[in-house]
């Protein structure tokens, strides 16, 4: 670009491409930027990708290189270029004018993680036409795995600039390790790096928090309650059992993505259905209403249901064989969800007595503390083990 300028690409996840500059960015190099800033922005726009600037290496920035910077991105306005670690320098200059195509970020985790949250929201305005619903409806599951992928991705972005990693490669190693050595699921590991607050020093990354004792859990056989994929097996045979249901599923909260519940466990409910309640971002699903009105919800006849009937969700509700369906949410005794349990029925008609309905209150109950337990316990533990080992890599 200029004598006193680099430009890297940094290759941190399928989902955006990181431009990192370093030096002086002065007006001798704005037609050079401008330039890059073309090329980078269409290959991005090409595969549906964010493009983040890193600055954190920039120390001067004039004002030409600022207007250059605006030309390019003004018509981004709905989904702007991230420009991250601006020191007060550049910050001063790029704050100094209106840049509707331009967002400031403090670091470059912060900006991945916006990112991320972005792409949980949902298409930006002007972007292509959503498919039509069963054509959506079948393909969610995949769509499901993309984002689980692109999750993932974010979390070794955000890995890989913290820690000072080597690269996209060691970041994944470090969040594989972590999981291994946790038992925590990698998608789950990656979710938390992303959602939680960066630590302030080296050391720990939760100074001071207390471990708590596990919950005690109702289940007819023991489990190992620092087993997620056990306890939460146990929970839907359990779920059956008690209430004498054909099928059972367990949807819990993904935390970088607001108001979704993620399908995390069932008993004997089809691939199909699974696909399309992979991920339920609100009613008509029963899981989604029993969460919103805080307690549990039943649909006597999805058939005969004036909102479920004809929709995606109800239609492979009927196809997976059930015709009733009981959600109950999983609620702490300060009054927060941590997640849905629902059963299934073959038959039409709301069939639970009212003994089954205490005992299923009381196992989404031991869910929701057991879940609660587990964020603050064995995923902690988890990215503390992270910090650990990327403060090897740093230090």
Known sequence: MTAGASLAVLPVADRVV??????TLDRYGAGALGRELDLRLA?????????????????????????????????LATGPVLVSGA?????????????????????????????CRAAAAGPRPGAPEA??????????????KARTSGLIGIAQGILLARYRLPGPE????????????????????????????APHAPGEWFPGRRHLLPPVLALPDP???????????????????????????????????????????????????????ALVCGPPA?????RAAGRPVTVADVAADPELAGHPVGRATLAAGSRAVHSTPMMTAEGDCKGVLSVHRADPGAWL???????????????????????????????????????????
């Open 43 to 75: 290959r991005a726009d090409r595969r549906g990708l964010r493009l983040v600037l890193d600055v954190s290496g920039v120390s001067r920035m004039s004002t030409e290189v600022r207007d250059a910077l605006d030309a390019r991105t003004r018509h």
């Open 223 to 277: 489990v190992d309650v620092r087993d997620r994929r056990q306890v939460l097996k146990a929970a839907v045979f359990a779920a059956v059992t008690l209430t004498d249901a054909d099928a059972a599923e367990i949807h819990l909260p993904d935390h970088t993505r607001e108001e979704t519940l993620v399908l995390e466990a069932h008993h004997a409910l089809d691939a199909a259905y699974r696909d399309c309640l």
């Open 131 to 144: 498919p039509p619903e069963d054509v959506r409806s079948e393909v969610f599951g995949l769509r499901a």
């Open 18 to 23: 990181v431009l990192t500059l370093s030096g």
């Open 353 to 395: 007595d009212r003994g089954q309905e205490a005992a299923l209150d009381e196992l989404a109950a031991d869910l929701a503390a057991w879940r609660s337990w587990y964020r603050r316990t064995v995923v902690l533990d988890a990215l503390e083990y992270l910090h650990a080992r990327g403060g090897e890599w740093g230090g």
């Open 87 to 115: 020191c007060p320098e550049v910050r001063a200059v790029l704050t100094a004018a209106e840049l509707p195509g331009v967002l400031l970020c403090p670091t470059l985790e912060e900006a991945l993680a916006a990112v």
């Open 286 to 290: 029963v899981c989604a209403r029993a």
């Open 170 to 197: 060691e970041a994944f190693a470090l969040l594989r390790d972590g999981s291994q050595h946790h038992n925590v699921p990698l998608r789950v590991l990656a979710a938390a790096v992303v959602s939680a607050p």
